[in-house]
């Protein structure tokens, strides 16, 4: 079965472009005009990819991204804006956008785009072991099998990409990751992409694990190299 892919965006020219470029690589589209409608479809037509634009009649791209993550953390959203200001950028990596990709684009890179997060969502469910595989570091429990960290107990309400950025971090406590090592393995982006969104993805990061974010214990900063998982601390 084809992947699903929805659209959302009021560009009629955007819409067609993208269309008939999606289902020339064997992709289904369904489409939508407004902020509403998308997240209509959304939540009802399980797409296996957002295509989302910003600027939206009823309901902003920033809007519907916000409440769909409420419900759906594992879906990849990729944020279309024709503003480059990074305050846009910013702010649907906030919110749980996956990737963001600013108008006009290339339509090869947007299908590299495309193809690179619904790959590494089905990876996601693919890879996982059959068993239950539990890695514990100190405060934390990492359930491999169902995509899921605890700290103290507690499930933590991580994304599908703060999943991957934390066990791409943990793999090896200590271990200095640049942003483009970060990039390459949880984005998989190796030329093409933004490294703004590692440091956004962190921040998030930090304000899900820590006790206090402004004072981090676990997710580092080495000035000029990189981000590592210190190893971990008892409480």
């Not at 006009?104 to 990876?123: C, E, K």
């Not at 981090?216 to 080495?222: D, G, I, R, S």
Request: charged share 30%; net charge negative; glycine share 6%.
């Amino acid at each position: 079965m084809n992947k699903k892919i929805l659209i959302v965006d009021d560009e009629k020219a955007i819409v067609d472009i993208l269309t008939l470029n999606l289902s020339m690589a064997g992709y289904e589209t369904i489409t939508a005009n407004d902020g509403q409608t998308g997240l209509a479809l959304a939540r009802s037509e399980q797409p296996d990819l957002i295509l989302l634009d910003v600027m939206l009649p009823y309901l902003d791209g920033f809007s519907v991204c916000k409440q769909f993550r409420e419900t759906d953390k594992l879906t990849p959203i990729i944020m279309l804006t024709a503003r480059e200001e990074e305050r846009d950028m910013v702010n649907g990596l906030e919110l749980g956008a996956d990737d963001y990709i600013t108008k006009p684009f290339s339509v090869r890179a947007l299908l590299a785009r495309v193809q690179t997060n619904i790959r590494r969502g089905v990876n996601a469910v693919i890879d996982r072991p059959a068993e239950r595989s539990v890695l514990i570091l100190g405060r934390f429990s990492i359930d491999l099998g169902q995509g899921l960290v605890y700290k103290d107990l507690k499930l933590l309400d991580l994304t599908q990409k703060e999943f991957d950025l934390f066990c791409g971090l943990t793999k090896e406590p200590g271990r200095v990751l640049s942003r483009e090592e970060l990039m390459q393995e949880v984005w998989q982006y190796d030329h093409y992409g933004d490294l703004r969104a590692v440091d956004v993805a962190i921040r998030r990061l930090r304000e899900k694990i820590e006790d206090d974010a402004a004072s981090p214990q676990y997710l580092l900063t080495k000035r000029g190299t990189g981000y590592y998982f210190a190893h971990a601390i008892e409480a």
